[in-house]
């Protein structure tokens, strides 16, 4: 498709652009409070002081986990924003090109910047080792991170990013049961074994689309010019889809009930974190639960509550042993992406509207989230030089001091360069 492609063509594939000229100020934001809220989790999530919610988890969605999947969602808002125009004015074959050559130099960008630790003391020793022993926790763990999945989900998602929404909706959900038959053959115990994977692993790609695929979706209804207003669009209908969402998600976690473990069926197994039956609960597990079980034992707790431990120890009453339904931000689970889909549809529309309806804004967000590519490499250097001065256990009056500074130097570095109108972009 060329740019001389007639307007019915465009419109018949659902490429039409924006045609809104000034920036989207709720995507800045956004993204913004996106950007300061991964700097406080990353710094201050170790300290003894922090708060549980600001935590990462394995087994539950805190807080802290709520963040990464906003990355997605603004990633898959600006990616369905940018390539419908490019299509538009450069035609299919450019703007292919031009996407997949910045999506790749996005990966390299994640090459250097999370370091792996050396393969082998000399190389004699790695001449000796396989290729999976060189590559497999690299691979696993210390390449598979925040940027690196932004640009393998940016990359899937290529394909139909310009199609229409029922096809979006149609990738998205076939993405979503691939990841489930691949975390039943091998993939969720994988993720949960030495070395433990980070944000889902290399095949995280098929549930980080889900956020992604909605700010796609967010996209086409915020973004488009309505007849009378081109920021008029009511926001009734997405907060009804956004707690539709993290009520589906909810529901599919209601699946980790399966395997709780109470005090009358403790095993020598019970100490086992990890089942033999973390995605497809067996025979035995389905009649043991429909046999001893109320209406209320079939309800998980709500997001953002801590479950149960995973060991059974007196005088604790009840276990829970790690499975896929599980909100896990390590696993990639399906039921956590919903979720985090919807809460961060939610979040975004409270952008919007105060925003795009109301024109407020925060300059401390602005900074962020117009430069947030230069805002994550600086913030690990910051991270590097201010933490060895302020030990995890320090008291809170010392570690909110900490965390101010790291605040402060990473947004100054960031400002300066606002000032000076250089932007990082792939």
């Known amino acids: 498709m060329s740019s001389a492609t007639p307007k019915s063509a465009t419109l018949k594939n659902d490429l039409v652009a924006p045609k809104i000229t000034e920036r989207l100020v709720s995507l800045d934001q956004f993204r913004g409070y996106t950007v300061a809220g991964m700097l406080l989790v990353n710094y201050f999530g170790g300290y003894e002081v922090c708060p549980q919610i600001l935590k990462h988890t394995n087994d539950y969605c805190s807080y802290a986990d709520t963040i990464m999947p906003q990355f997605l969602f603004a990633v898959g808002f600006a990616l369905r924003l940018t390539f419908g125009r490019r299509m538009q004015t450069q035609g299919s074959l450019a703007a292919y090109g031009r996407m997949i050559r910045r999506l790749l130099g996005l990966v390299l960008v994640s090459l250097i910047v999370y370091n792996v630790s050396p393969r082998a003391a000399s190389w004699?020793?790695?001449s000796h080792m396989n290729w999976g022993e060189i590559f497999g926790e690299p691979m696993k763990r210390g390449w598979f991170?925040?940027?690196?999945?932004?640009?393998?989900?940016?990359?899937?998602?290529?394909?139909v990013v310009h199609h229409s929404a029922k096809v979006r909706i149609a990738w998205m959900l076939g993405s979503a049961l691939l990841h489930v038959a691949l975390s039943h053959w091998f993939n969720f115990a994988w993720t949960n074994t030495a070395p433990n994977a980070i944000d889902g692993g290399p095949l995280g790609f098929l549930t980080w689309c889900i956020p992604a695929i909605v700010g796609t979706l967010a996209c086409d209804y915020f973004v488009q010019p309505t007849e009378h207003n081109a920021r008029g669009r009511s926001t009734s209908k997405v907060l009804l889809w956004s707690v539709a969402l993290m009520l589906c998600g909810y529901m599919i976690s209601c699946g980790t009930r399966l395997y709780d473990v109470t005090a009358s069926q403790a095993t020598e197994s019970t100490a086992i974190k990890l089942v033999s039956d973390p995605v497809w609960p067996s025979e035995e597990r389905w009649n043991a639960k429909l046999a001893d079980s109320q209406l209320q034992d079939w309800f998980a707790e709500p997001p953002f509550v801590k479950p149960p431990a995973q060991v059974l120890q007196p005088p604790a009453q009840s276990a829970r042993k790690w499975n896929y339904w599980?909100?896990?931000?390590?696993a990639g689970t399906l039921s956590y992406l919903v979720f985090a889909a919807g809460f961060s549809l939610l979040v975004f529309v409270i952008f919007y509207v105060a925003c795009d309806v109301y024109k407020w804004q925060l300059p401390f967000f602005r900074t962020f989230g117009t430069n947030a590519l230069v805002a994550y490499i600086i913030h690990g250097l910051v991270d590097n030089a201010v933490q060895p001065f302020f030990p995890k256990d320090a008291p809170p009056a010392i570690a909110y001091l900490g965390l101010t500074i790291y605040f402060v130097v990473t947004w100054l570095f960031v400002k300066q360069l606002e000032k000076q109108g250089a932007y990082l972009k792939v």
């Not at 991170?145 to 394909?159: D, E, G, K, Y």
């Not at 599980?326 to 390590?330: C, D, F, K, P």
């Open 124 to 126: 004699e020793q790695m």
């Open 145 to 159: 991170q925040t940027l690196m999945h932004i640009a393998v989900t940016s990359l899937w998602l290529l394909p």
């Open 326 to 330: 599980m909100m896990s931000q390590r």
